[in-house]
Nanobody
Framework: QVQLVESGGGLVQAGGSLRLSCAASGRTFSSYTMGWFRQAPGKEREFVAAISWSARNTYYADSVKGRFTISRDNAMNTVYLQMNSLKPEDTAVYYC?????????????????WGQGTQVTVSS
């Protein structure tokens, strides 16, 4: 069992930056593929970014490529999402997810554990 707790959300002006953190419990964190998803009001949940267990591979949604960076610290059982050049359309609840099987996936149902989410609001 893995428990995930996100933090770092908040209100920021367009063009600003935020760094989200996701702290994981459990001794097997280093073996999990980790992902970030988001859900805006009235919209479906969408994939944002993912990182392999070794951090060797990352993958981003086209909408955030070049602006967001996913990283992980396996010693700290934490995954991060650095968000730069934020836009109002980035406003959403951001969720951290863990996948026990290897391989990056962009679909939510491929992930086994989810955090409770953290709100990110970007004002124009």
């Amino acid at each position: 069992q893995v428990q995930l707790v996100e933090s770092g959300g908040g209100l920021v002006q367009a063009g600003g930056s935020l760094r989200l953190s996701c702290a994981a419990s459990g001794r097997t964190f280093s073996s999990y593929t980790m992902g970030w998803f988001r859900q805006a009001p009235g919209k479906e949940r969408e994939f944002v970014a993912a990182i392999s267990w070794s951090a060797r591979n990352t993958y981003y949604a086209d909408s955030v490529k070049g602006r967001f960076t996913i990283s992980r610290d396996n010693a700290m059982n934490t995954v991060y999402l650095q968000m730069n050049s934020l836009k109002p359309e980035d406003t959403a609840v951001y969720y951290c997810a863990a996948r026990a099987e290897p391989g990056i996936r962009t679909v939510g149902h491929e992930y086994d554990y989810w955090g409770q989410g953290t709100q990110v609001t970007v004002s124009s």
